[in-house]
């Protein structure tokens, strides 16, 4: 079990804040009533304390139910060719409308999800708008606005790749304009991230001593940038943020399998991870249902996110990366566990498998660190952006590296732009499998959703953004307008 300082001050802190950071008055006179027990906004923001609670409580958003559980899965892990719902029949069947591509502007998933995002952006709103009028230390307030800008850009682009254009709340809201602004468009919202990345990355350390792993780094701000750009096909500018972080000291891990135990975490090829951990006696604050919700059901969770045989399929004969993703119902893990044959799908995803010799106080799986950016992917964004400029040996040289870890044989030279292209993007498959639900996102931003998904349902001009959610366009009075289709 794993007890760094800095995961530990994260697990308090959205209690401590709670209702201080909601925004905007209350419409009537009786529901103004003042927070029980808990500081006013104006009145938390007084030391260098305050600030370190404020930034503790962005990051500790990043591991509530609705940006690690059931809603991201909903937009961002069912609807792919890589799971199915997974469980039993008849438990959770709601979400094969995820699969299946079914969901209404109703649909929880989604408006979970955004919920979620907008929860975390006035957080960190809350942070770059009042940490720079505190009396503190001056690089440590820089630094701490720049790692709020870096989780905001974070949620903005979660909610851009699901939603297309939405509100951009760049301040805590205080008037009636502000708590309900229009939908801003798609390449507003791309400029806005680009902007809280580029000014994130010019002040982030590139690294932080061991009370303040799992911070947002300038390695973590500039590959969160090349990725951003890429979805844009900013390609010049995506390579040029890979190559700074291809100099920050990164380096890819020889044990793949390793590498997502928790033993491997924060090491040497991690860029940013979510830090969770379980603090005996404080169940509620070890609230990570990442692992649970998808290990095997009923011997270690709850079994949703089932890998289809098509994922397994991708990998090739030799592939090291398939024992690291793939867990098989009848087989022994490295880590000795014996996967029953009782269970109930015949896969399931070994990155969320937590082993039986970990401590289980709280929730089975909530010392697993959620990977969301390291430095293979780094190097797979450089050889898809160097290859899309024409620079094929720059793209080999980084996609090679990537087969050798997996024990493959290097892409031969000699391959059309095209082909080139297609490798990366298999290698992107396989590599970054069960992780942070980029495979719809991939599909849809390199216009293969429509052929690969079609036999699901997916509707080309219509399923590649999630339904605004209805309740958000009754709350704002009309004033959001709906995606194409729904």
Known sequence: MKNNSLTRRWLPALALLGLALSIGPSCSKFLDVAPQGQPLTAKFFQNQTDASYAVASCYAKLREYNLVAFNWFSVAVFPSD???????????????????????????????????????INLCNQVIYNVPNISMDAALRARYVSEAKFLRALAYFNLVRAFGGVPLHTKPA????????????????????????????????????SADIGRATKGAALTLLAKVQLYQKNYAASLAASDQVLTLG???????????????????????????????GNCDASNSYWALSQSPRPQFGWGFCTPTADLANAFEAGDQRRLGTLLERGTIT?????????????????????????????????????????????????AEAANELGQNTKAYTALNQIRRRAGLAAVPAGLSQADLRTAIWKERRVELALEYGDRFFDLVRTGRAGTVLKSRGFVVGKHELFPIPLSQIQLSGGKLTQNPGY
């Open 82 to 120: 890589d799971v199915e719902k997974g469980s039993v029949p008849g438990d959770g069947d709601y979400l094969n409308d995820y699969v299946n591509f079914r969901y209404t502007a109703t649909a929880g998933g989604p408006e979970g999800h955004w919920l979620g995002q907008y929860q975390q």
């Open 174 to 209: 205080e008037t009636p304009e502000e708590l309900n602004p229009a939908r801003s468009s798609q390449a507003d919202v791309y400029a806005f991230i680009v902007s809280d990345l580029t000014t994130a990355a010019s002040v982030l350390p590139a690294s932080y001593g």
């Open 250 to 280: 990164y380096s890819l891990t020889t044990n793949f399998y390793q590498m997502f135990r928790i033993a491997g975490e924060n090491g040497p090829e991690s860029i940013f991870e979510v830090q969770c951990t379980t603090l005996p």
């Open 334 to 382: 490295p880590d000795g566990d014996s996967v029953s044959t009782q269970n109930s799908n015949p896969r399931y995803n070994m990155k969320a498998y937590v082993p039986n010799s970990v401590t289980k106080v709280c929730l089975y799986g909530a010392d697993q660190n959620i990977r969301i950016l390291r430095y293979a992917e780094t190097l797979l964004l450089n």
